[in-house]
């Protein structure tokens, strides 16, 4: 019986009977088909159609799963999220208080520049290294440094080859053999590009400091610190506000006194503060940096019409206008410049993507550190509800302001590759950007000096304060070439307390 069932397979096959295409021979299987079985036809074969296949398929589970976490659960992650790496077992039941700087730090990761190194230069080492600042050194041989390059001097020196900074009658002939060198093509070494604007406190520390020096230090508004070994000048590493926050952060259950605040509000701590210097994303993308620099602070709030949160911007940034190609971007809005960098992720990395730099006031210290950790931030803005997006077209009516609320009693202040600019790129409003539906109404921010602050009094040390470095830092921006522009951008500033209820 099998032999001939065989032949008859064999004359099938020679006579060239025909056989629907896609179909095979299977050996018979164990397992149930899920195709659905059609009638045969005495003159035709049919073969189910896609639709007529789904009729009979079993419901999906998903329709009846129960979520396995509760709206309660979701709100305890938020409040208390989980590290983002792991502890070190090196600083496992030590006191922070006793750890010293010198093991914070990689010599590996200091990237030198020499004083005579021309911008450009620079400029490309900071942009191409993963560092965020380059030590200033007088020659290769040395291993000292004398001070910093930073995203804050490539804005200053951006602002001067734009024309945007107007020099005061002291400055006025070294600001003109700086434009002549520019002219003719000559280089511009580091040195005048640094004595362009204000100076980042220059503070040096031994390997051997421990972690109270350091977070006292960070606490009083000072941003990096510079470790040097031990009865010398030569630099072993740098430490910032964010690498120190990160250690706290991810080593936290090994320090108590630090560890125990992570549950409580920002407004139960009483952290932040309730001035913030915003601009509104309608206004021209130079005159953010103008105000940045002005102004001596590394970001700022970008807001629409009604003080909702759309986006943030900070020096950083600077990156992506190093390109001749990138010039009318300065003249155009932020939130054009926004959308291109959006454009540009989309086809590089095949998705857009829109940083979150908010929290609220009830957020806990946890969510708001993991934030600043995640984005590696420098502040967070604090919002309230969001208010109604105007859905006409944008005012300039505030292009920027200082937020002064009154109800906090606090007074603390506050690498991505260059792109060619979308020509086709549309001009959007500020109302229109994804970021307004998410965030809120500005009413505060929250930066890494509070938190550190706070830990230092938390842990019986005695910071400067902030707020005077702040004011320190902003009279020395604003009294060299730049103070002829700022003038202009403060001329319509508005205490929006007055004006948005």
């Given at each position: 019986m099998a032999e001939r069932a065989?032949?008859?397979l064999e004359n099938a096959d020679r006579s060239g009977s025909p056989r629907p295409s896609g179909d095979s021979v299977h050996a018979p299987s164990s397992r149930p088909s899920m195709h659905l079985k059609a009638m045969p036809s005495p003159t035709i074969s049919h073969r189910p159609s896609f639709n007529e296949q789904l009729r009979g398929m079993p419901q999906s589970p998903r329709s009846s799963r129960h979520f396995s976490i509760s709206s309660v659960g979701v709100q305890d992650l938020l409040n208390n999220p989980p590290k983002s790496g792991a502890?070190?077992?090196?600083?496992?039941?030590?006191?922070w208080r006793d750890i010293t700087v010198g093991e914070l730090v990689d010599s590996g990761e200091v990237r030198f520049v020499e004083i005579d190194t021309g911008i450009e230069d620079a400029t490309n080492l900071l942009i191409t290294s993963s560092a965020n600042v380059l030590l200033v050194r007088l020659s290769h041989r040395e291993t000292s440094a004398i001070g910093t390059f930073d995203y804050k001097d490539l804005n200053q020196y951006l602002l001067f080859a734009t024309g945007s900074l107007q020099p005061d009658a002291e400055h006025r002939v070294f600001f003109d053999e700086l434009a002549s060198k520019a002219q003719q093509g000559r280089k511009i070494p580091v040195k005048d590009a640094k004595a362009l604007g204000s100076k980042e406190p220059f503070v040096i520390l031994p390997s051997t400091a421990n972690l109270t020096e350091a977070v006292e230090t960070f606490g009083g508004g000072v941003h990096r610190i510079v470790i040097v070994q031990e009865g010398s000048d030569k630099v072993t590493g740098i430490l910032s506000q964010w690498?120190?926050?990160?250690?706290?952060?991810e080593n936290g259950r090994s320090f108590q006194s630090i560890d125990q605040l992570y549950p409580q509000t920002i407004k139960d701590l009483g952290i932040g503060s309730q001035s913030v210097i915003s601009i509104n994303g309608d206004k021209p993308l130079k005159e953010a940096l103008v105000l940045m620099d002005g102004e001596?602070?590394?970001?700022?709030?970008?807001?629409?019409?009604?003080?909702?949160?759309?986006?943030?911007?900070?020096?950083?940034?600077?990156?992506?206008?190093?390109?001749?190609?990138?010039?009318?971007?300065?003249?155009?809005t932020y939130i054009h410049f926004i959308s291109v960098i959006l454009s540009t992720r989309?086809?590089?990395e095949g998705q857009d993507s829109v940083p979150v730099f908010h929290v609220s006031s009830y957020s806990t210290l946890a969510h708001t550190v993991a934030k600043l950790?995640?984005?590696?931030?420098?502040?967070?803005?604090?919002?309230?509800?969001p208010s109604p997006s105007s859905s006409g077209p944008p005012t300039p009516s505030v292009p920027h302001a200082v937020v002064q609320?009154?109800?906090?009693?606090?007074?603390?202040?506050?690498?991505?590759?260059?792109?060619?600019?979308?020509?086709?790129?549309?001009?959007?409003?500020?109302?229109?950007?994804?970021?307004?539906?998410?965030?809120?109404?500005?009413?505060?921010v929250v930066s890494l000096t509070d938190i550190l602050n706070l830990f230092a009094r938390a842990s019986g040390l005695n910071p400067s304060d902030p707020a005077e470095t702040r004011r320190h830092r902003r009279r020395s921006s604003s009294s060299s070439f730049v103070r002829g522009s700022l003038d202009s951008a403060r001329s319509s500033s508005v205490d929006v307390s007055k004006v948005v209820r």
């Open positions: 065989q032949r008859s502890e070190d077992p090196a600083f496992a039941g030590r006191d690498n120190l926050i990160k250690f706290l952060w001596g602070v590394s970001s700022l709030a970008v807001v629409d019409n009604q003080q909702n949160v759309v986006g943030n911007i900070s020096t950083v940034d600077v990156k992506l206008l190093t390109k001749s190609s990138s010039a009318p971007l300065l003249d155009n989309g086809m590089n950790v995640a984005t590696k931030s420098h502040r967070m803005w604090v919002v309230d509800s609320n009154p109800y906090h009693a606090s007074t603390a202040p506050q690498a991505t590759p260059s792109f060619t600019p979308l020509a086709s790129t549309p001009t959007v409003s500020a109302s229109a950007l994804p970021g307004v539906n998410m965030s809120g109404r500005l009413s505060g």
